[in-house]
Nanobody
Framework: QLVESGGGSVQAGGSLRLSCAPS????????MAWFRQAPGKEREGVAV????????YYADSVKGRFTISQDNAKNTVYLQMNSLEPQDTAMYYC??????????????????????WGQGTQVTVS
């Protein structure tokens, strides 16, 4: 339902911009989020944006370095990642919350709150 792009390999201190768009728009989302999962670790939410109002949430580990944004005309959500660190290495997933569990976001997103997911895009920082 969702397609991510923009991942790749960068050196520490570098930047990447991830994009997420629905493969087909058959639903409306309340919030969109980026999660990531490193090998051997649980999937964690790193950023959330409310589709209607643009309110955002960031995990402490990425605050000040990552920015989530949206282009409603293109129905696309972005994750601008700056000052990347090796610990940012993970598969990054885009997800859509269609019920508005915690939207506008006030806390870390929970996996069960997100109905639609992308296949993921790999980010490797060395």
């Amino acid at each position: 339902q969702l397609v991510e792009s923009g991942g790749g390999s960068v050196q520490a201190g570098g930047s990447l911009r991830l994009s997420c768009a629905p493969s087909r728009s058959t639903y409306s989302s309340e919030c969109m989020a980026w999660f990531r999962q490193a090998p051997g670790k649980e999937r964690e939410g790193v950023a959330v944006i409310s589709v209607g109002g643009g309110s955002t949430y960031y995990a402490d580990s990425v605050k000040g370095r990552f920015t989530i944004s949206q282009d409603n005309a293109k129905n696309t959500v972005y994750l601008q990642m700056n000052s990347l660190e090796p610990q940012d290495t993970a598969m990054y997933y885009c997800a859509a919350d269609i019920q508005g569990w915690d939207c506008p976001p006030t806390r870390a997103p929970r996996l069960y709150e997100y109905t639609y997911w992308g296949q993921g895009t790999q980010v490797t920082v060395s």
